[in-house]
């Protein structure tokens, strides 16, 4: 059995309020035109920057330092909080289906043989993010699966694509839904019935997160269920050429198409018999679809149709709800995270974020884990997001409101711990919109003044960092680090995290005086920080946590 008690630190004291700042999107990168950070007025930030540099440090968020299969790995929200709060490194759902992929396991699995059930007399639907951005899904994953799935008996294969432009560049759709095709077709000719039967803009189609906009995942169902949307055409491909040939088109938010046949017919609507697997291995945008398909009870939206169908997900994407069900490969269990030895050892908690990122702070954070540890130690305020609007049209979002939230907890005294993410320069930062990006770094900078005046008032501590860089580069560079410029010459727009690294800044009237980062630490990373917090606590942390970065120097 785990014994949560926490050793006590040897110099740093009990009771401090400690505050923990996560910049959604806000890594360091060379001060130019397409850094929004430097472009923006962001005097605070500029300032732990500036200040005593054993109180700022720059830690790796991105690649096999947060559990990603490569250091080519950009950084995401999902990895970078789960290493923060679990101060472990854990192979993320990317690692483990390209492992359960080379070995073979995914198909002797129990998921696998779960709807191959169904391959005899019903279709194979495959919904999920067709890009190789490896955040929420990877193409050649998807590639392997539709093959093997084949290979095992599928006889009629439909893919349901979601189109990105979030974690890769706008306008890679098309190549995308090229590479399928060539596939499905190939797989024709060897008497496999296989097609993409409809698709979307997963910003507009099916991936919405945290119960932000249900709408979303009703088009997705209209489409992808009942075979029913605006747009039909003969081929994905022509589909994506034609959306994206209409003016401000853009593959984050493409409307939703069905793929029809020669009577006009959808191809591939969902129905009794057939089974479905969603090929995310990210939870977040992927949990709402899940509980469509699989819940029996559900209000969200009118289904119109609950086909009785075979689902597995790529992976489980909640633990607790066990949802889905079934599951292709088994996610990564992340336990004893910081947040539970923490609450297990008295550290009353706040956390807080607006919807778009509320599950970040909470979710992710606590290793994927919905809920409170003690109800009566933790509270968790979500701030409504605005939607159904892209970030570049409200680029202060609700910094501001978080902030005063934030604020009245620290006052109120009932905490130990306030834990918050600012999402504006990655939100804004994915909408491509530099001026806007700029805005909302001011407008996250200030929310962060309003939170730190609050801590000096209270006497307590900060750890101000982030989870992975974007805001910092809005451009795709070459390998001399230039602007890579397209086939007409013109430089292309980075809609993406980045794999630049983040800051950690630590200060505040109740940091004892002799704390500093260490230097001797091999290339720290975003799990280094949980260790730290507890530190920050006046705890150690568990022995097989990631190190602290800090060190006490007698003072
Ligand atoms: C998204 O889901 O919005 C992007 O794919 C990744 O962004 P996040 O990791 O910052 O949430
Ligand atoms: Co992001």
Same mark, same amino acid.
């Given at each position: ?138 193409? &050649?994953?998807? +590639? !392997?699966?539709? *093959? @093997?799935?084949?290979? %095992?008996? =599928? ?7 979601? #189109? ?18 060539? &596939?499905?077709? +190939? !797989?024709?000719? *060897? @008497?496999?019935?296989? %097609?993409? =039967? ?7 189609? #099916? ?349």
């Amino acid at each position: 059995a785990t014994s949560w008690t926490l050793p006590d630190h040897p110099k740093l004291p009990k009771g401090k309020l400690v505050t923990i700042i996560v910049l959604d999107g806000w890594g360091e990168a060379t001060a130019d035109q397409y850094n929004c950070i430097h472009r923006a007025e962001t005097p605070v930030m500029d300032s732990l920057k500036n200040g005593a540099p054993e109180k700022w440090t720059l830690v790796k968020a991105h690649g096999t330092a947060v559990g990603l299969p490569s250091d080519d790995d950009m950084g995401n929200s999902e990895v970078g909080h789960n290493a923060l709060g679990a101060g472990r490194i854990f192979a993320q759902g990317a690692k483990l289906v390209d492992a359960a992929l080379a070995s073979g396991k995914i198909w002797e699995d129990e998921g696998f043989n779960y709807i191959k059930e169904s391959f005899a007399e019903g279709t194979l639907h495959l919904i999920g993010l067709l890009s190789d951005g490896g955040v929420h899904s990877r193409l &050649d994953q998807v +590639q !392997l699966l539709v *093959k @093997g799935a084949s290979e %095992r008996g =599928a006889k009629r294969i439909r893919l349901h694509i979601l #189109t990105d432009g979030r974690d890769v560049l706008d306008g890679s759709s098309v190549g995308f839904v090229e590479t399928i095709e060539n &596939d499905l077709a +190939q !797989l024709r000719e *060897k @008497g496999v019935d296989a %097609r993409v =039967a409809s698709g979307g803009g997963r910003m507009y189609v #099916t991936m919405d997160r945290y119960e932000n906009d249900w709408g979303v995942v009703k088009r997705g169902w209209d489409a992808q269920v009942l075979g029913e949307a605006p747009y039909k055409f003969k081929s994905a491909l022509e589909a994506v050429k034609t959306l994206r040939a209409e003016p401000k088109a853009n593959d984050q938010y493409l409307p939703p198409f069905v793929i029809v046949d020669e009577s006009g017919k959808s191809v591939g609507p969902i129905v009794d018999g057939d089974a479905v697997v969603t090929f995310n291995f990210r939870a977040d945008r992927m949990v709402m679809l899940a509980k469509a398909l699989e819940f029996a009870d559900f209000d969200k939206f009118d289904r119109v149709r609950v086909p009785k169908i075979k689902y597995a997900g790529m992976l489980q994407y909640d633990g607790e709800l066990k949802l889905p069900n079934k599951f292709l490969v088994s996610p990564p269990l992340i336990e004893r995270t910081s947040g539970e030895y923490l609450v297990k050892n008295g550290v009353r908690t706040f956390a807080c974020s607006e919807t778009v990122k509320f599950g970040h702070v909470t979710f992710f954070w606590n290793g994927n884990r919905s809920g409170y540890f003690d109800e009566t130690k933790e509270e968790y305020i979500e701030i409504p997001s605005d939607s159904g609007i892209t970030f570049n049209e409200q680029p202060k979002m609700k910094a501001l409101e978080i902030a005063e939230k934030t604020r009245d907890a620290i006052l109120s005294g009932k905490f130990d711990q306030v834990r918050i993410n600012l999402p504006n320069g990655d939100m804004v930062g994915h909408t491509g919109d530099i001026e806007a990006t700029v805005v909302a770094c001011k407008a996250a900078d200030e929310a962060v003044k309003i939170v730190l005046d609050a801590v000096e008032k209270v006497g307590g501590i900060y750890l101000v960092t982030a989870d992975h860089g974007n805001a910092e580069d809005m451009v795709k560079r070459n390998k001399s680090g230039q602007p890579a410029l397209d086939k007409s010459g013109s430089i292309q727009i980075l809609t993406s995290h980045t794999l630049q690294p983040v800051p950690v800044a630590i200060g505040g009237p109740g940091l004892h005086p002799g704390v500093k980062f260490r230097t001797d630490i091999n290339t720290p990373g975003l799990a280094n920080v949980a260790a730290t917090v507890m530190n920050l606590h006046g705890f150690l942390a568990p022995d097989d946590f990631e190190t602290t970065l800090i060190e006490v120097a007698d003072k």
